[in-house]
């Protein structure tokens, strides 16, 4: 299980590290179709609200999967870029993107309308 805690430039250098496969393996091998390539291109542009819009508008729960998924038999199983060294940080580039969003002022997410 994944457990880095990104600090904003670190998580984009992760994200810098994605080779944007054109057919992104990663996300065909995502269950919840939360889309990897599509957040972490937008972690690699510093666009981390569009990261988190990216995984809650297919699933919900993305903050819940960013911590229970289990990425090495998943997503990170079919990262191309392993093949030059080791595979992207998926589930640790997710949890990233929620965290960031739950830090942000007058975010409007389901975590913050809960009464």
Same mark, same amino acid.
């Given at each position: $299980?994944?457990?880095?805690?990104?600090?904003?430039?670190? +998580?984009?250098?992760?994200?810098?590290?994605c080779?944007?496969?054109?057919?992104?393996?990663?996300?065909?091998? &995502?269950? +919840?179709?939360t889309?990897?390539?599509?957040?972490?291109?937008?972690?690699?542009?510093? /666009?981390?609200?569009?990261?988190?819009?990216?995984?809650? /508008?297919?699933?919900i729960?993305g903050?819940?999967c960013?911590l229970?998924?289990?990425?090495? /038999?998943?997503?990170?199983?079919? &990262?191309?870029r392993?093949?030059?060294?080791s595979?992207? *940080?998926?589930g640790?580039?997710?949890?990233?993107?929620?965290?960031?969003?739950?830090? *942000?002022?007058?975010?409007?997410?389901? $975590?913050?309308?809960i009464?």
């Amino acid at each position: $299980m994944e457990t880095t805690d990104f600090t904003i430039s670190q +998580a984009i250098a992760e994200a810098s590290r994605c080779l944007l496969c054109h057919d992104a393996p990663c996300s065909k091998n &995502c269950p +919840a179709g939360t889309n990897p390539a599509s957040f972490i291109r937008s972690i690699r542009f510093e /666009n981390f609200t569009e990261a988190a819009k990216t995984i809650r /508008n297919a699933n919900i729960l993305g903050g819940v999967c960013s911590l229970v998924c289990p990425y090495s /038999n998943l997503c990170k199983k079919e &990262c191309v870029r392993q093949e030059i060294d080791s595979p992207v *940080k998926i589930g640790s580039l997710q949890k990233f993107a929620i965290e960031h969003e739950k830090k *942000k002022p007058g975010t409007d997410t389901p $975590m913050h309308k809960i009464p």
